[in-house]
Structure formats: structure tokens, C-alpha cells
């Protein structure tokens, strides 16, 4: 996102006539890195990419408020009038409404992608948390949508079969973050597993 708005800035700037040295992007950050599942060379060049284009990293730093005009983290302020908040996807409201055991509306499932509480019920996509081999929950993404479907349709017609249904494994064929329209990093898994970085 950061890319982006930075690229677009001096067009924004001469748009709606906004005064361009009183722009200043911090990203706030509450890990203790960014781009977490980046090999640590390819966040260094996203990172100081943006940095030499005057954008402020704030990392360990968790945001407790937001108000008029400042963002909180704990007793540091940042003053802004423009927040662009954009701390991850959650799970729907409708699964805690309709009385699953659940964690930000996302239901933990079995490693075959059913639910704890009914074995015959298969809950997949943003609002399943599906366990990963380093004891956390997999990310809430659209590749990790689409593998869960096709487990949970096997798994599915293997109940139907009377037959033993499959845990979940995940093979990432890559990730991508944009730097913009003409730059960025990204590790791919495809003939070999590549790590890429650089302008178009
Ligand atoms: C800004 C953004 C960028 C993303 N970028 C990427 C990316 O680059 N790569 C990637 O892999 N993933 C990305 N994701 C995550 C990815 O979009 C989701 O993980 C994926 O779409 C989850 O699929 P899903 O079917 O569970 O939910 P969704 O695709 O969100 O589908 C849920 C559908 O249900 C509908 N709905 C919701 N509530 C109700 C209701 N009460 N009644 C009826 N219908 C309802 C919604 O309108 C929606 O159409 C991104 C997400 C966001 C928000």
C-alpha cells in the first residue's frame, strides 16, 4: 500500500493542490518487522526502498488509539489527519453470532479442515484457523482459500465413502508485495523456489 501512495502522491499533490512538504507516510508497525514472511534481504530492500523516498518505520510499536488528528501508541503520538488502517482480515461476525467456539470470528478447525464441534461440518477460508506445523494458525489468505476447498471437497466425498479424510498441507506457490507499479519483492515456488527483488 505504502508503494502505491507513494507513487501516486505527486499526482495527488498537484490534484487536489495539497501542500507536498507537509507530507510526511509513517508505518507503524506492531511485530517486530515488516514483511514477516520475507526473506530478511528482500525486507532490508523493500524497506530502505521506501525509506529513501522519506517513509518513517515504526516497528514494535502496537497502536492502542486512534483519535482525532493522532495515533496512540502507548505514550507516543503520531499526529494525522489521514490514517489509512490496515491491520489484517478478520473472520465474520455471523460465526460468534451463531455460537461457534471461536477467536476474532475465526473458528479453529481439525487438521482435515472440520469443525471440533461436528465432524461433519468443514469450515474453510477467512473465518477458519487452520493450524500450521510451527503451532500456528495459517494466514487468512486467498491461496490458502482455494487449497482449503479442494481439501475439504476430498474430504468431504471421502466421509461419504466411509473413507479416512486427509489433514491439511500447504505448499505455497509464492508471495508477492508491490512497491508500486514498477517495483518490489516476491518468492516464488515454481521450478525451484526464487527470491526476486527489483525495478520493472
Ligand atoms: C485488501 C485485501 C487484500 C488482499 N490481498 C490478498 C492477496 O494479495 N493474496 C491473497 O492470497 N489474499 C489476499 N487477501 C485475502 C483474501 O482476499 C481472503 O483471504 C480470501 O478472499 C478469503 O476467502 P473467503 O471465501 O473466506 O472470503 P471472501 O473472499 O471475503 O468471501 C466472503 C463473501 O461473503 C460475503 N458475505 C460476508 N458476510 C456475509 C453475510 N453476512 N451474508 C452473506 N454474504 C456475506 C462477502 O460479501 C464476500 O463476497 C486480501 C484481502 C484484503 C482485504
Not at 35 to 42: A, E, S, V
Not at 44 to 68: H, M, R
Not at 185 to 199: I, N, R, T
Request: proline share 6%.
Amino acid at each position: 500500500y505504502i508503494g502505491e501512495l507513494l507513487h501516486r502522491l505527486p499526482d495527488f499533490v498537484k490534484r487536489f493542490n495539497l501542500p507536498a512538504e507537509k507530507i510526511k507516510i509513517y508505518c507503524i508497525e506492531a511485530a517486530p518487522k515488516v514483511l514477516p514472511m520475507f526473506d530478511p534481504k528482500l525486507v532490508d530492500y523493500a524497506v530502505n526502498y521506501l525509506k529513501n523516498q522519506g517513509v518513517e518505520f515504526y516497528t514494535e510499536t502496537p497502536i492502542t488509539e486512534v483519535k482525532k488528528g493522532a495515533v496512540i501508541s502507548k505514550d507516543k503520538a503520531f499526529n494525522a489527519n489521514t490514517v489509512i488502517w490496515t491491520t489484517g482480515v478478520k473472520g465474520s461476525h455471523v460465526i460468534n453470532d451463531s455460537g461457534y467456539t471461536q477467536k476474532r470470528n475465526r473458528v479453529a478447525v481439525q487438521n482435515d479442515l472440520s469443525s471440533s464441534d461436528d465432524p461433519n461440518e468443514f469450515i474453510i477460508g477467512d473465518v477458519s484457523a487452520v493450524p500450521s506445523p510451527d503451532g500456528r494458525f495459517y494466514p487468512t489468505t486467498g491461496q490458502i482459500s482455494v487449497a482449503q476447498a479442494t481439501l475439504a471437497a476430498s474430504n468431504i466425498i471421502a466421509k461419504l465413502n466411509n473413507q479416512k479424510t486427509s489433514p491439511f498441507t500447504y505448499h505455497s506457490l509464492g508471495t508477492v508485495c508491490s512497491l508500486g507499479p514498477t517495483n518490489g519483492v516476491a518468492e516464488l515456488s515454481f521450478m525451484g523456489h526464487w527470491k526476486l527483488k527489483g525495478h520493472k
